[in-house]
């Protein structure tokens, strides 16, 4: 349901999660959620998503997430894929659909805002994760580097882990949020060896064997989402200059659409459930049915090319926080890892306010 539900960006995405699954269903503390999300925001990839498959994780194990993270996608995939299949065809400057865009964008800001707000009173109990909070919302609305957000994260923990150094701190995480995150190690380590193996052997095969034409397009397509899929953090708007690069701008190649073909799915895009990483659907039929390929294989290669880094992450990575979240220094910085990230969504209200 959260897949055809989800409007406003990974932040409004944070809060619906927040709602139905901490508060309505009691799924996972808050506190166990707020660390799944500082994980998402320290790892490359769309953010909420991360968090997606990371819910059904703790909650199902390895099958509960695939099927969690999957569901949130799939409307958003679907929808993209087929609009930009059509997008040469559509004129997507009609006023009414530009309304209706305007209307789903202003319910998503107000959503962001509520969740700003609670997570701000719980994650926030003293003066310092205050200021934390504070400073990491102010430098995230001053500046649009992919490194701000990991950045400010561990600087917000090693605040705390020098504040907390001389406490007493309490025993591990409660035995049933544990779930199955704690156990296959070897499988997490194959995941994140295979991340980076696809990475660099995309890399060689399109810089030095492929060329751009033919079947190589396909190639070039995604080596180039995987590529950005791989070095951006956030998600979302992080993610927008890269691929306007890649697929506007790109020096290599002839350009694969043009600048209003790109805003016109991007607005769609906004307008779409769940991640705004779905766009990559609409890029890549769009590219493909221009270059007379199956805009289902060009949907494939860059849905999956964005998307794919970010989840060989997520599941790579969770089997060594079950066993490192446990450790006392993690536990130290966790305050203010928290306090840092809900810092982020605070400078999310009122940077979509401005593009509202």
């Known amino acids: 349901l959260q897949g055809w539900t989800a409007f406003g960006g990974p932040a409004a995405h944070i809060a619906l999660f927040q709602k139905i699954f901490i508060e309505r269903l009691n799924w996972m503390s808050h506190s166990l ?13 769309p953010t909420s998503t991360q968090v997606s498959f990371a819910i059904g994780v703790v909650k199902k194990g390895i099958l ?12 958003g995939l679907l929808m993209m894929s087929v609009i930009g299949y059509a997008a040469d065809q559509v004129d997507w400057q009609n006023g009414a659909l530009k309304g209706f865009a305007s209307g789903l964008g202003a319910v998503g800001v107000a959503l962001v805002a509520g969740a700003a707000l609670t997570l701000s009173q719980k994650t926030c109990p003293d003066r310092e994760t205050r200021i934390l909070n504070l400073i990491a919302a102010v430098l995230a609305y001053m500046f649009s580097s992919a490194w701000i957000f990991p950045s400010l994260i ?11 150094r001389t406490r007493r701190l309490e025993g591990g995480g409660r035995r049933e949020e544990r779930g199955d995150v704690t156990d296959r190690q070897v499988t997490g380590a194959i995941l994140l060896i295979v991340w980076i193996s696809v990475l660099v052997i995309a890399i060689v095969l399109r810089t030095s064997v492929i060329k751009y034409e033919g079947s190589g397009r396909v190639l070039w397509w995604f080596e180039s989402f995987y590529r950005t899929g791989s070095i951006i953090f956030g998600g979302g708007q992080v993610v927008l200059p890269l691929l306007v690069q890649e697929v506007v701008h790109n020096p290599n190649v002839q350009s694969w659409m043009t600048e209003e073909q790109f805003l016109a799915g991007l607005g769609i895009a906004q307008a779409m459930p769940g991640p705004l990483f779905n766009i990559a659907a609409y890029l890549g039929a769009l590219t493909a049915s221009q270059a007379g390929v199956n805009a289902i294989v060009g949907v494939c290669a860059t849905w ?26 993690y536990r130290r910085a966790l305050p203010g890892m928290n306090a840092a990230a809900v810092g982020l969504i605070v400078a999310a209200v009122f940077s979509l306010y401005d593009k509202v």
């Not at 959620?33 to 990839?45: H, N």
């Not at 509960?64 to 999957?70: A, D, K, T």
């Not at 561990?154 to 907390?164: C, D, N």
């Open 64 to 75: 509960g997430g695939l099927l969690s993270g999957m569901l949130f996608q799939y409307p």
């Open 154 to 164: 561990a600087f917000g923990g090693l605040v705390t882990l020098i504040r907390e």
């Open 304 to 329: 999956f090319g964005l998307f794919g880094p970010g989840v060989l992450v997520i599941f790579g990575t969770l089997p060594f926080w079950g066993v490192f979240r446990k450790q006392p220094v």
């Open 33 to 45: 959620f707020m660390e799944l999300f500082a994980l998402g925001q320290c790892l490359p990839g």
